[in-house]
């Protein structure tokens, strides 16, 4: 009998995306004139709270406005995630509260 070939299937680690990469997409929004202000803002928001927590964006979907309040009160805050429904602890950078001062 032949053995079966097993094709091993490589896991990729998912990175956060780095600080150039992150200015480059806030410059991008900024720059965009054809977005409403009310987008910039929303877009703005979005991807500086990404950027800082490491959350994914089905994650970063999932919160309210009281996840968001906390984190930035308290540096973190809970969220269930609907998915698994598993419970992830978040916690913000220190440059989150830099950035939000």
Same mark, same amino acid.
């Given at each position: 009998? &032949?053995?079966?070939?097993?094709?091993?299937?490589? %896991?990729?680690? &998912?990175?956060?995306? %780095?600080?150039?990469?992150? &200015?480059?997409?806030?410059?991008?929004? %900024?720059?965009?004139?054809? !977005?409403?202000?009310?987008?910039?803002?929303? !877009?703005?928001?979005?991807?500086?709270?990404?950027?800082?927590?490491?959350?994914?964006?089905?994650? !970063?979907?999932?919160?309210?406005?009281?996840?968001i309040?906390?984190?930035?009160?308290?540096?973190?805050? &809970?969220?269930?995630?609907?998915?698994?429904?598993?419970?992830?602890?978040?916690?913000?950078?220190?440059?989150?509260?830099?950035t939000?001062?």
């Amino acid at each position: 009998m &032949k053995p079966k070939n097993k094709k091993i299937k490589l %896991k990729r680690i &998912k990175e956060s995306i %780095k600080e150039v990469e992150y &200015k480059k997409l806030i410059n991008a929004v %900024k720059g965009d004139e054809s !977005l409403r202000p009310n987008s910039k803002q929303n !877009l703005l928001r979005t991807f500086t709270i990404l950027y800082f927590t490491g959350l994914r964006l089905n994650e !970063l979907q999932e919160m309210k406005l009281s996840h968001i309040k906390e984190l930035l009160e308290n540096g973190e805050t &809970k969220l269930i995630l609907p998915k698994t429904k598993s419970e992830r602890k978040l916690f913000a950078t220190y440059a989150l509260y830099k950035t939000n001062r």
